[in-house]
């Protein structure tokens, strides 16, 4: 198990430092690719590099942090420490902040307890239930399911969006900036913006997305829309950040087994 004292000490100081992910600012250029290639094509690049390192990744750890706009309401920024295995697909979650969901853990495993995630609610009488990750009150706050948790989830999920995008034929402006630093750590980014709203398809007014220089993967996402009126600020509809990111840990049955523990 996690120390999770410790987890709660190092979130403290992200918190803290309301500026952690700092953008270096050398080196903003347009994205360097071959002659006659599609300006998005060196990011489905990266994108399609990070899942092919995927395969060598059985599981990892990481701290996230995520906002994501639900309706019309920005929520806070929350954070969580997740495990997570590729196969079987697994995913075990400890709410870390904000204070009212602090110790929350929910388990999710494909093709265990018919398709259900374990939530357990960890403050008080703590309850645990069983539900679809799917289900309203699983998905409350949040944009996606837990099923779509994780590095390799991101990753595909770029790599589709920017090849539709490349189909589309879309006007988009893309550029990179070597060493951006996302807490501390040198990526490489790349920034895509969209001038125009595609109407047979929501297209995101801008992306970007950053990839870590060490371990060849995405720890950083952001998507914007288009501004509510003409010369207005681009509108955030999501964010999210994989921290302290350890690679092949291991990931024993025992670990998903928990919350059953707790029961």
């Known amino acids: 198990m996690p120390n999770f004292a410790l987890l709660?000490?190092?979130?403290?100081?992200?918190?803290?430092?309301?500026?952690?992910?700092?953008?270096?600012?050398?080196?903003?250029?347009?994205?360097?690719?071959?002659?006659?290639?599609?300006?998005?094509?060196?990011?489905?690049?990266?994108?399609?590099?990070?899942?092919?390192?995927?395969?060598?990744?059985?599981?990892?750890?990481?701290?996230?942090?995520?906002?994501?706009r639900v309706g019309d309401k920005l929520q806070d920024l929350e954070y969580a420490y997740i495990r997570v295995r590729h196969e079987p697909f697994s995913v075990y979650m400890y709410l870390l902040s904000p204070a009212d969901i602090r110790g929350c853990q929910m388990v999710y495993v494909e093709g265990r307890k018919d398709g259900k995630m374990l939530v357990n609610t960890g403050r008080g009488a703590a309850v645990t239930l069983a539900i679809k990750p799917d289900f309203p009150l699983a998905m409350k706050g949040s944009r996606y399911p837990i099923t779509k948790v994780g590095i390799k989830n991101l990753a595909k999920m770029?790599?589709?969006?920017?090849?539709?995008?490349?189909?589309?034929?879309?006007?988009?402006?893309?550029?990179?900036?070597?060493?951006?630093?996302?807490?501390?750590?040198?990526?490489?980014?790349f920034q895509i913006t969209h001038k125009q709203r595609i109407k047979a398809r929501h297209l995101n007014?801008?992306?970007?997305?950053?990839?870590?220089?060490?371990?060849?993967?995405?720890?950083?996402?952001?998507?914007?829309?288009?501004?509510?009126?003409?010369?207005?600020?681009?509108?955030?509809?999501?964010?999210?950040?994989?921290?302290?990111?350890?690679?092949?840990?291991?990931?024993?049955?025992?670990?998903?087994?928990?919350?059953?523990?707790?029961?």
């Open 8 to 68: 709660y000490r190092s979130v403290g100081l992200v918190v803290a430092t309301v500026a952690w992910i700092v953008i270096s600012p050398t080196v903003m250029a347009e994205t360097p690719r071959v002659a006659k290639e599609h300006p998005l094509d060196p990011a489905i690049r990266w994108a399609e590099s990070s899942l092919e390192k995927m395969k060598q990744i059985k599981d990892y750890e990481a701290v996230t942090a995520k906002r994501e």
């Open 158 to 189: 770029f790599a589709k969006q920017a090849r539709q995008d490349k189909e589309l034929a879309s006007e988009c402006d893309v550029k990179i900036r070597l060493g951006a630093k996302v807490n501390g750590r040198s990526t490489t980014m």
């Open 205 to 263: 007014h801008m992306v970007r997305i950053f990839f870590d220089d060490e371990l060849k993967l995405p720890t950083r996402y952001e998507a914007y829309d288009f501004p509510a009126e003409e010369g207005g600020k681009p509108v955030l509809l999501e964010e999210y950040t994989f921290l302290d990111v350890k690679l092949n840990i291991g990931f024993p049955d025992k670990y998903l087994n928990i919350i059953e523990e707790e029961r």
